[in-house]
């Protein structure tokens, strides 16, 4: 069974910094793209960053990009997210997600996502 | 990176078909085959339910299918069952310079 859970979300202060985590078990890591999603509270869903297999290709939403950084450990079958310079605005339950298509067949398209972790951005 | 437009609500009696929209730009839907669409109810992650632009994953109901004319995407569900009752979400790839997806800001589907 595919399971991917999210971790490292809390309440932090404009300026301040969070590293996500993102366990992932039940298929082969490293044959697939991961990305981080998010949600502000009663929003839409806001793509934020995807990571090909082996780190070789990473994409940025325009609203993140310099402040985010996506990497991952396939070792340890750990995707992350740093947030630097957090604003009230990127307060969110930030969701993990793997793509649907393995071994650099993208897609696109996620088909496994985790339960998301809050991340409160408060003066 | 602009979302894409989706209308804010939608509604249907159970049985009937109801037809979401999602317009984007050639940019994004009009130039690649990567639209998604995506059913989430209240406090859980969000569910795929269509991939490039009319394929379903495994699992999902043959009552939902996909479709794509120009710049719009189309998600169309068939006899609607309260269950279908929820938000639903496209997304398109948008490439060019600096890969990245957009999402729509959402349909609130309504079973009547």
């Known amino acids: 069974e595919v399971q991917l859970v999210e971790s490292g979300g809390g309440l932090v202060r404009p300026g301040g910094s969070l590293r996500l985590s993102c366990g992932a078990s039940?298929?082969?890591?490293?044959?697939?793209?991961m990305n981080w999603v998010r949600q502000a509270p009663g929003k839409g869903l806001e793509w934020v960053s995807s990571?090909?297999?082996?780190?070789?290709?990473?994409h940025y939403a325009d609203s993140v990009r310099g402040r985010f950084i996506i990497s991952r450990d396939n070792a340890k079958n750990s995707l992350y997210l740093q947030i630097l310079s957090l604003r009230v605005e990127d307060t969110a339950v930030y969701y993990c997600?793997?793509?649907?298509?393995?071994?650099?067949?993208?897609?696109?398209?996620?088909?496994?996502w985790g339960q998301g972790t809050l991340v409160t951005v408060s003066p | 990176q602009s979302a894409l437009t989706q209308p804010p609500s939608a509604s249907g009696s159970p049985g009937q078909s109801v037809t979401i929209s999602c317009t984007g730009s050639?940019?994004?839907?009009?130039?690649?085959?990567?639209v998604s669409w995506y059913q989430q109810r209240p406090g859980t992650a969000p569910r795929l339910m269509i991939y490039?632009?009319?394929k379903r994953p495994s699992g999902v109901p043959g009552r939902f299918s996909g479709s794509k004319s120009g710049n719009t995407a189309y998600l169309t569900v068939s006899g609607l069952l309260a269950e279908d009752e929820a938000d639903y979400y496209c997304?398109?790839?948008?490439?060019?310079?600096?890969?990245?997806?957009?999402f729509g800001g959402g349909t609130k589907l309504t079973v009547l």
């Open positions: 997600a793997r793509d649907l298509g393995s071994d650099d067949y993208d897609t696109w398209a996620h088909e496994y």
């Open positions: 039940g298929f082969p890591f490293n044959r697939y793209t």
């Open positions: 990571i090909s297999l082996s780190s070789s290709y990473i």
């Open positions: 050639g940019s994004d839907i009009g130039n690649y085959n990567y």
């Open positions: 490039q632009v009319t």
């Open positions: 997304s398109s790839y948008a490439g060019s310079i600096r890969p990245h997806e957009i």
